[in-house]
């Protein structure tokens, strides 16, 4: 079966609460109140998962003791893989959750039967925020598969430091103020998927209003990706040194 058809069944076994479990967490309520303003907008710091390469440096130079990045699931991205290269260490002795067994230094990582399938299993992988340091190890191991595991500053946490630590750390230059109308930077993959599935759910929703809006504000949700990446890369060309 293609991916993207497995990947539709497992979705019809997530609520729609979890899948955006990371979206509510990342937007938060109080942290990005505190942002700076610019042009009337404040703004917070983020990253741009599609720069980030899990260097490590977001769990270190976070000024907090326990850094504000913290892992989040694209589930609309992920594969709910049986052998999840997230999850698993590299050498595990066997699949199963002792923490020997297990990528994730901290324990972060919750790993739960959803159900099998032509003699295949598929698992569902969530993030215990608190727990979770930053450190992209697992965010590296998911990148040799799905790639549906990824970084962001949570901003409940964040204290939105004039210069952020990390972003200055950061060897990709992956750090960026955003608005906070916005908050979080997709994957531009995510986003694509997403924007899909809110024009798929327009199309059903017919008269019942809250599909509507659901779909409305999905594809509210993608527009802003799309119009932050069009403006980032004017401004990116901008910054470039001319030829002449
Ligand atoms: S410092 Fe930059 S490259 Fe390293 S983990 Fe953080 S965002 Fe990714
Ligand atoms: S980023 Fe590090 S601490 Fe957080 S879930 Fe992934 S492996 Fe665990
Ligand atoms: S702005 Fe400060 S608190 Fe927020 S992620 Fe950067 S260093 Fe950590």
Redesign the pocket.
């Known amino acids: 079966m293609p991916l993207e058809e497995k990947q539709q069944d497992r979705r019809e076994f997530i609520t729609d609460a979890v899948r955006t479990t990371g979206v509510v967490a990342v937007v938060g309520s109080g942290g990005f109140l505190a942002g700076r303003r610019t042009e009337g907008e404040p703004m917070v710091w983020q ?3 599609d ?9 270190t ?1 976070c000024v907090l003791d326990v850094s504000a ?1 913290k892992c989040f699931n694209a589930f609309d991205m992920c594969g709910f893989c049986d052998i999840c290269t997230g999850y698993f260490e590299m050498d595990y002795k066997s699949l199963d959750t002792a923490a020997e067994n297990q990528a994730c230094p901290t324990g972060a990582i919750l790993r739960e039967f959803v159900e099998e399938k032509s003699g295949q299993r598929y698992y569902e992988y969530t993030i215990d925020e608190p727990l979770c340091i ?3 190890k697992c ?1 590296e191991g998911c990148a040799l598969m799905n790639g549906s595991l990824y ?1 962001q500053v949570e901003h409940d946490r964040c204290l939105d430091c004039n210069e952020c630590a ?2 200055t ?7 960026y103020r955003v608005p906070a109308s916005q908050a979080e930077i997709l994957k531009r993959r995510a986003a694509t998927v997403l924007n899909a599935r809110g024009k798929q759910m327009e199309r059903v929703a017919g008269d019942d209003e809250s599909k509507r809006r659901e779909a409305d504000a999905l594809l509210a949700r993608t527009a802003k990706q799309r119009d932050w990446r069009e403006k980032q890369a004017l401004e990116d060309a901008n910054r470039r040194p001319s030829d002449g």
């Open positions: 990253l741009d998962p720069k980030c390469t899990a260097c490590g440096n977001c769990a130079y990045v930053g450190c992209g965010v970084l990390i972003a750390a950061c060897p990709t230059e992956a750090f």
